[in-house]
């Protein structure tokens, strides 16, 4: 029997039929799908060599997130905020002491373990410093999550509230994020989308 990781990931992941409606102008329905996909696959990779547990409410993720060797947790209903500290909450039923919880839209990801070696919060903005990318914090703090519009002030907030260490931590790989039309100009783009049909 394996020891405990230190340490895991959190992906939240939507159905890839509904995600990224933002982009209707820019793709149609398969190519978003498709483009979600391929998103969620660079951030579970971006997990290793960490164990990666995706939070969903959708079959088909599920079953992606299981053959990709991802740990599921299942959480109808709950809405991003919800599964996420429903993350948080299994892996600290498991006894690991360190959670990163990274969206599924970072098209640059790339190794995240790394955001463990902070013993408070670290917080990974998106390149307009409004919403939150990634989040790591213990298992063992009461974080509310705030996700949406203005969630980094929120989750700066929230961290301060607690009493715990803030890093803030501007990366340019993990702070693009794909919301918008504009966003698709990330380098390497056109490779990836050519790569998902």
Wanted: with cysteine; net charge neutral.
């Amino acid at each position: 029997m394996s020891a405990t990781p230190s340490a895991a990931v959190i992906v939240p992941v939507k159905a890839f039929t509904q995600a990224k409606v933002r982009l209707a102008t820019a793709l149609d329905p398969g190519e978003r799908a498709d483009l979600a996909r391929h998103m969620a696959e660079i951030v579970l990779l971006a997990a290793e060599p960490l164990p990666a547990v995706v939070v969903c409410d959708d079959e088909e993720v599920r079953a992606w997130a299981q053959r990709a060797g991802a740990r599921v947790v299942w959480c109808p209903g709950r809405g991003l905020n919800g599964a996420v500290a429903d993350g948080v909450a299994a892996l600290r039923a498991d006894g690991v002491e360190h959670a990163i919880v990274a969206h599924a839209d970072l098209p640059l990801a790339t190794r995240l373990d790394w955001l463990a070696d902070f013993p408070g919060v670290s917080l990974v903005p998106d390149r307009r410093f409004d919403g939150t990318n990634v989040v790591a914090l213990p298992t063992s703090l009461p974080f509310r999550f705030s996700y949406g519009a203005g969630s980094f002030g929120r989750h700066r907030a929230e961290a301060l509230r607690l009493g715990a260490p803030v890093r803030i931590v501007q990366d340019p790989r993990l702070g693009w994020d794909v919301d918008l039309p504009a966003d698709l100009a990330f380098p390497g783009a056109a490779a990836l989308r050519a790569g998902s049909r």
